[in-house]
């Protein structure tokens, strides 16, 4: 959307990303749920497997670049998608990384850590469900690195910063175009949502195109309050980057699919994996893409969306963990 585009144009971006990413119908997925089902492949970004959040980092490298620093500082679970990343493009670009990983050291890592430590990232585990004590960790660490002549950029988890949130308004322009060319008209995105920044800039997006479908986000651990003013803050946060004041739409999250907690699989989740793996050949993971897979299931089965409405499922990646 060239009214997106010319905003973003002034701020610096780095292309790790492979863009754009497919957007595909899925027929037998269709057949099965009654409901025309797009997919857009999120998970074919490229770079480090790919998954939505090296949109984000398309921007924050660039930023991290700009501003000479030296050393980058990520926090999230032993298994994030994030922090994979991460310390991926921060090799690619020179800089040290340090990761402050929630969970316990464990003798063989698997799955995404496998991937930190292939990668000679310093890995430094806090055993605690806290984030607070994640995040005084990682500033504790800051200070250190500071101390030793590092310039040292830390991140909150996922990278849900407004510079970070930019690479989803990127990502709502792409989107956008794509709609414009469907035979069906999509009235519902649906994506799982977690530290705020794919929403907040799918929102941001919304509000600059004047889409008026709905964005749903599938919280995998925020309650839908918190989330909702966690997206909308950082979406205005973002919009004071770009220098505009838009009206935003309703902000909308549905948390009835989190199950037990973050990163415990559902039965509803469970199912939602195997039967995008058997009908499209298209691999979700436990934690992020199974939860929204599974409100989407539910949405098309209890009549929640209209038969009439097709509906866009956004692939975040994240299959990683499969590997786990
Ligand atoms: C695979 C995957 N999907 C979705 C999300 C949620 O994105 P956000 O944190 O921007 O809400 C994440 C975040 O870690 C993720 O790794």
Redesign the pocket.
């Known amino acids: 959307m060239q009214q997106i585009d010319d905003l973003l144009k002034k701020f610096p971006r780095v292309n790790l990303s492979i863009l754009p990413t497919p957007l595909q119908y899925l027929p037998k997925l269709s057949e099965v749920l009654e409901h025309n089902i797009y997919i857009k492949r999120d998970d074919l970004t490229g770079f480090s497997f790919g998954?939505?959040?090296t949109r984000?980092l398309d921007f924050l490298m660039a930023e991290a670049i700009v501003r000479g620093y030296t050393a980058i500082i990520g926090i999230?679970a032993n298994q994030?998608?994030?922090c994979r990343i991460l310390a991926n493009a921060a090799v690619r670009y020179n800089l040290k990384v340090h990761l402050i990983l929630r969970g316990k050291k464990v003798s063989r890592p698997t799955g995404n850590l496998r991937i930190d430590h292939l990668l000679g990232a310093n890995v430094h585990h806090v055993n605690t469900t806290d984030s607070q004590v994640a995040l005084t960790a990682a500033q504790q660490l800051q200070q250190q690195l500071e101390a030793s002549g590092e310039r040292v950029f830390l991140l909150p988890?996922?990278?849900?910063v407004p510079i970070g949130a930019l690479g989803?308004v990127a990502g709502w322009s792409e989107i956008y175009d794509d709609l414009q060319r469907l035979t069906h008209q999509v009235g519902v995105v649906m994506?799982?949502?977690?530290?705020?920044?794919?929403?907040a800039g799918l929102v941001l997006g919304q509000a600059i195109s004047g889409w008026n479908g709905h964005i749903i986000?599938v919280s995998?651990d925020e309650p839908k309050m918190r989330l909702i003013d966690n997206v909308k803050n950082l979406a205005l946060a973002a919009a004071k980057l770009l220098n505009i004041e838009p009206a935003l739409p309703p902000v909308e999250v549905e948390d009835g699919f989190i199950g037990p907690g973050y990163g415990i699989p559902t039965a509803e989740c469970r199912a939602a994996v195997e039967l995008f793996a058997k009908t499209e050949g298209i691999y979700l993971?436990y934690?992020?893409?199974g939860k929204?897979a599974a409100a989407l299931i539910a949405y098309c089965r209890t009549g929640k969306i209209a038969a009439a409405d097709s509906i866009l499922f956004l692939h975040?990646?994240?299959y990683v963990q499969l590997f786990e």
Do not use: E, I, L, R
């Open positions: 998954g939505n959040k984000k999230g994030s998608n994030f988890p996922g990278g849900s989803y994506h799982a949502s977690s530290s705020a920044g794919t929403q986000g995998v993971d934690v992020y893409t929204a975040t990646g994240g």
